[in-house]
């Protein structure tokens, strides 16, 4: 059964800083990652798609690398701004399956002043 | 604009009393899923379907129902809800070829 773990839980960083959000999963059977922004109470919004043959994906401020061997997957923010706080939401669909994303508990990121 | 669409928002109502949340979604996609979301287990799905008159059971579809007549639309259906589950309810699609994944903006649906 595929586990997806995602540390830390929680992060505060002050803005500007640069920072890494870790995404690990126990089954590297995937066909693809996609990493999630959840804003209080709302929605999903989808930030980065890996497919399992990609190393890595850039959006903006935003990169994603996929090490689909060990298992593990890194969000890149750089210049961080109060307006990323929000919690990220990583995913990973099994290889092979029907429509099913295995979701990771989140890290809630607060940017600060 | 590329949307998924679910009404109600918000859904306060007591148990055992029927109802119905929508989801219609306008980029032809042919799979399209629930999930429910609560504190500390994250998002589960309860269903998803394929294609029209296509669907199967997710993780956790006890209490739910779901059917996929027309392509755009994916309504969820509790006949008879209860406490647990009281949750934050998302629809989603699922592109072909890429398979990434589009996100309703939920429902928070209170049962009590």
């Known amino acids: 059964k595929q586990e997806v773990t995602q540390i830390p839980a929680a992060l505060s960083v002050p803005e500007g800083e640069n920072l890494v959000l870790n995404c690990s999963f126990t089954d590297s059977a995937i066909y693809n990652l996609q990493w999630f922004r959840q804003d209080p109470g709302k929605g999903l919004t989808s930030l980065l798609l890996?497919?399992?043959?990609?190393r890595e994906q850039t959006s903006g401020r935003l990169n994603a690398s996929l090490d689909k061997s060990s298992g593990r997957s890194t969000l890149y923010i750089a210049a961080s701004q109060p307006g990323d706080s929000a919690t990220y939401l990583c995913?990973?669909?099994?290889?092979?399956?029907?429509?099913?994303?295995?979701f990771g508990t989140g890290t809630r990121l607060q940017v600060t002043l | 604009e590329a949307q998924v669409t679910q009404n109600p928002r918000y859904l306060i109502t007591v148990t055992g009393k029927k109802l119905t949340v929508t989801c219609s979604q306008n980029m032809n996609h042919e799979y399209m899923s629930w999930y429910r979301q609560d504190p500390g287990l994250g998002l589960r799905q309860i269903y998803y379907s394929m294609n029209v008159e296509v669907t199967d059971k997710g993780d956790v579809p006890e209490g739910y129902k779901v059917s996929r007549k027309e392509k755009r639309n994916f309504p969820l259906i509790l006949e008879s809800p209860s406490p647990n589950q009281t949750s934050l309810y998302f629809c989603a699609t699922q592109e072909a070829g890429t398979y990434g994944y589009t996100f309703g903006s939920g429902t928070r649906l209170t049962v009590v």
């Open positions: 995913a990973v669909r099994r290889a092979g399956t029907a429509s099913k994303l295995t």
């Open positions: 890996i497919q399992s043959s990609q």
